[in-house]
């Protein structure tokens, strides 16, 4: 599980653990990961947050270009920059140079309503920081 939070609300997320194997476990290792999230240009209702030429070292795994709202992506670069997808409603994912497609390694644990908080406040009141960690085992489990 990740705990992800934005601007000042917090989220869970469910790691693709088997369905995109390499990418999580590339995404681990950059957490804790600190960023601005910002609304997307192209793909519709997401927000995301660019990397430049950071290098994830991973290909294409588990990819789409047709995430549900919640469903995380991070695309490895190659035809624009790497960054990572957060959609909120509708979207199809995309750069200037057209259609894209990134690999889903996690997804939010949301209502469709707390996920269109999201998309809402990115886009009237800006950027907003975005922090996603690995979340603590609960004391329960003995650790």
């Not at 804790?32 to 997307?40: R, T």
């Not at 995430?67 to 670069?77: A, Q, S, V």
Request: proline share 5%.
């Amino acid at each position: 599980m990740l705990d992800i939070t934005i601007g000042d609300k917090k989220f869970k997320a469910t790691l693709e653990e088997n369905a995109a194997p390499r990418t999580v476990a590339a995404i681990r290792k950059m957490l804790p990961f600190k960023s601005k999230l910002i609304q997307a240009r192209w793909s519709g209702q997401a927000a995301w947050v660019p990397m430049g030429d950071f290098e994830v070292g991973v290909g294409f795994e588990n990819q789409t270009s047709h995430p549900f709202p919640g469903e995380i992506l991070i695309y490895t670069g190659d035809l624009s920059e790497t960054e990572i997808l957060v959609p909120y409603g509708r979207c199809t994912f995309a750069a200037d140079m057209g259609q894209l497609a990134g690999n889903h390694f996690a997804t939010i644990q949301a209502s469709r309503a707390e996920l269109m908080e999201i998309g809402e406040t990115v886009l009237w009141k800006g950027a907003q920081d975005i922090l996603i960690e690995e979340s603590e085992l609960p004391e329960r489990f003995g650790i």
